[in-house]
């Protein structure tokens, strides 16, 4: 069943609206060190406010260690791009798009199944990190999480043309974005993360 583009907007800002009421309602109940822990490396990303807001939900799980912060922070991006795409796969199918709405559709849906793939291996080589080939697999994991925002930029990049709907345009452009934004973040702790082992 095709989904129409309304439905669509109002069944995403009723998630994202969710995501943040159980947010604030988790963080409550964490100890306030580790909550501290994520707020200090949050301030050294290019997104702190959303670094902060969608890792300190795991605050207990992470603790005070940069390894399984970068690791939350991967998981969270996986998270984000897994159920971006299904949307977008839905989007596509949707009433009333332009052909080439579609194909940029398909495209990015194409680009974020191989974003979907170089977190997931990121994730994998995480899990593996220990003693001397620490280093080594880190670069993998940067190599890996650059080329999904590279991808990512990609599928943005073909919703620029201006004979786009301007709603599904912003509304395609805003998803991205976002996990453009969750990339980029931890990406910076998986540096933060290298730099004790340089
Ligand atoms: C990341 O996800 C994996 C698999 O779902 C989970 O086992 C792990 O605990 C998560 N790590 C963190 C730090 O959240």
């Known amino acids: ?9 109002f069944i995403l800002v009723a998630i994202s609206f ?10 409550i109940s964490t100890p306030k060190t ?6 200090t490396s949050c301030s050294t990303t290019t997104y702190p406010k959303l670094c902060y807001s969608s890792l300190s939900v795991e605050a207990s799980k992470i ?16 998270a984000s791009a897994r159920s971006t795409s299904i949307m977008m796969q839905k989007l596509s199918q949707s009433h009333g798009m332009k052909p080439m709405e579609v194909s940029a559709m ?7 199944s191989d974003t979907v793939d170089e977190l997931r291996k990121s994730i994998d080589e995480m899990g593996k990190t220990k003693g001397s080939n620490t280093q080594l697999m880190i670069n993998d994991i940067q190599t890996w999480v650059s080329a999904a925002l590279t991808d990512e930029s990609t599928c943005s990049e073909g919703f620029a043309g201006n004979s786009m709907n301007g709603n599904v345009k912003s509304a395609v452009r805003g998803l991205i974005l976002n996990i453009a934004h969750l990339t980029s973040n931890a990406l910076a702790l998986i540096n933060n993360y290298a730099s004790l082992h340089g």
């Open 1 to 9: 069943m095709a989904t129409s583009f309304a439905k669509f907007l």
């Open 18 to 27: 969710h995501v943040k009421t159980l947010s604030a309602a988790r963080v």
């Open 34 to 39: 580790n909550i501290e822990f994520i707020r």
């Open 63 to 78: 603790q005070n260690s940069p390894k399984l912060l970068a690791n939350a922070a991967l998981n969270v991006t996986l």
């Open 106 to 112: 398909q495209d990015c849906v194409e680009e974020l």
